[in-house]
């Protein structure tokens, strides 16, 4: 080995030597800033993926609702009040809190589903108004029920 490649050599591992502090501490700087990106990205990834559940779930449950009205035309143009058997009148109740259950899900994916699920609950007022308060459903769902139910002075109630 000539001199000059054993000094090569050697100046290297010097330089890692000399230099070994330096470079560990430049290592944990570099596994901190990736602990702290970390620390700010998989809650965000987690949020995301969480998001992308929910919008899926809400457009299954939005499927199976256009299914359940295909399927049973009957509840969706049902009128509560000419409702006589008592078969009738559940499937009917619950059928409207299908619809309330998907609306809440369509509208919490997006606001924008506000006005197409006012439409179909526009539909069953009746039922609506008969039945007063509505506790178990969200904010969001309450208040669009109280905005429709505005109209439940002007629409038949059952005698």
Not at 9 to 27: F, H, K, M, P, Y
């Given at each position: ?61 939005y499927r199976e609702f ?19 058997d008592p078969g009738q ?41 008969s039945q007063g308060v ?26």
């Open positions: 080995m000539t001199p000059a490649a054993r000094t090569e050599g050697v100046t290297l591992r010097d330089w890692l030597i000399r230099n070994s502090e330096a470079l560990q501490a430049l290592g944990a700087m570099a596994t901190a800033f990736a602990a702290m990106t970390a620390l700010v990205v998989i809650p965000y990834q987690v949020a995301q993926a969480d998001r992308i559940q929910r919008d899926q779930t809400a457009r299954e449950i256009l299914n359940l009205t295909v399927q049973k035309p009957e509840l969706a143009n049902a009128d509560y009040c000419a409702l006589k009148t559940t499937a009917y109740a619950a059928y409207v809190e299908y619809l309330i259950y998907t609306a809440e899900q369509m509208i919490d994916t997006s606001p924008e589903w506000r006005t197409p699920m006012a439409s179909y609950l526009g539909d069953h007022m009746s039922y609506l108004c509505w506790d178990a459903q969200s904010k969001e769902i309450k208040g669009l029920i109280a905005e429709l139910a505005l109209s439940c002075e002007a629409e038949k109630l059952c005698e």
